[in-house]
């Protein structure tokens, strides 16, 4: 089946530093990615919704200011959080599919799990 | 897209039928059943979706009610890297890949030897 990948796997970094994530389609063309954030032993919840070459719609109550998503291609997008704080900490999981597919044909990466001291 | 209702968690033995129950009673004409699971620290991988009849593959079963306000998932036999999350979502799949999965609290499905 088709491969997302996310990178980088695992990244700690310092309160009030940016971190950039990536996630790429390794085998499709993806002109639609989704970002979710999980926190532990909770359920994945939907941060945004970007397609390639627009503007990503973010859910009710996510910052778009401090979540900087960009799908620049049709294989990658990248989620920037601006300013971490330890708050911030938590598991990274993006999806990506393609327009008028049907949703089962949706993939999921691995995952960046995010540390802010 | 319609709610859905999980048990929190289950425990099944290796080798046995695990049977994994959902409730959607407000599922629209409309709406699919969608199956995921998400083993620990990894992504949520597909598993298998159904609009009413029982569905089959690879992985598992999928019973629908004939009223379509619930269903089972069934992993015929269970093995230890089944233990996972299981979430059960119901949504339009015309949407296609344009619609979000919701995901609910899910059911923890421990496995044991």
């Known amino acids: 089946g088709a491969v997302v990948s996310q990178h980088p796997s695992r990244v700690i970094c310092k309160s009030g530093t940016s971190v950039k994530i990536e996630c790429r389609s390794l085998d499709f063309q993806a002109t639609t990615m989704f970002w979710y954030r999980q926190f532990p032993k909770q359920s994945l919840m939907l941060m945004a919704t970007s397609n390639e070459g627009s503007k990503a719609t973010y859910e009710q109550g996510v910052e778009k200011d401090k979540f900087l998503i960009n799908h620049a291609s049709l294989t990658l997008s990248t989620l920037t959080v601006t300013s971490a704080h330890p708050e911030d900490s938590s598991f990274y999981i993006c999806?990506?599919?393609?327009?008028?597919?049907?949703?089962?044909?949706?993939?999921f990466g691995p995952g960046t799990r995010l540390l802010v001291l | 897209d319609a709610k859905t209702t999980q048990p929190p968690s289950m425990d099944c033995a290796e080798g046995r039928a695990a049977n994994l129950p959902c409730n959607h009673s407000?599922?629209?004409?409309?709406?699919?059943v969608y199956w995921y699971r998400q083993i620990h620290s990894q992504g949520p991988q597909y598993i298998i979706h159904?609009?009413?009849n029982n569905e089959t593959n690879e992985m598992a079963s999928l019973i629908i009610t004939e009223d379509r306000k619930s269903s089972t998932l069934i992993l015929p036999h269970a093995t230890l890297r089944d233990t996972a999350v299981y979430y059960c979502i119901v949504r339009v799949r015309a949407s296609g890949n344009t619609g979000k999965l919701i995901f609910g609290q899910g059911t923890t499905l421990q496995v044991k030897p």
């Open positions: 159904g609009l009413k």
């Open positions: 999806s990506a599919g393609q327009q008028g597919q049907p949703p089962e044909t949706q993939y």
């Open positions: 407000t599922i629209s004409g409309n709406e699919y």
